[in-house]
């Protein structure tokens, strides 16, 4: 799947100690994406009828910043599920000229597990 995401409340120069143009979107409606432009790609593979593998990124199209994902699901039971997956930040696209300060640089590598029940 591709899916384009348009920030009306975003901008298309990344400045943080330049505060938000719109700021009461930032802290009062939840929007945390900074610019203006992105593109996301995914890919779900149901591995088996109870695991799926998903591949996921988000690339914002200004400064060539992308988050790039993977992730594991597996039904344990009919009320448990299992989740472990990875999201790490890339300064650039190859194709793209790179900026002073990219976004997706302000994430961390961030890797997770969790376990849900459903009642």
Not at 76 to 97: C, M, N, Q, T
């Amino acid at each position: 799947m591709l899916e384009y995401h348009h920030n009306g409340a975003g901008r298309n120069t990344i400045d943080v100690e330049g505060g938000f143009p719109h700021a009461t979107a930032y802290s009062e409606a939840g929007v945390y994406l900074l610019a203006r432009n992105y593109l996301i790609p995914s890919l779900v593979w149901q591995m088996t009828p109870l695991s799926t593998f998903t591949v996921q990124g988000m690339a914002n199209l200004h400064d060539g910043s992308w988050l790039a994902g993977s992730r594991v699901e597996f039904s344990l039971r009919d009320d448990l599920i299992a989740e472990a997956g990875l999201f790490k930040w890339f300064a650039a696209l190859p194709s793209v000229v790179r900026h002073d300060n990219p976004e997706f640089v302000l994430y961390g590598r961030t890797l997770f597990a969790d376990v849900r029940r459903y009642f």
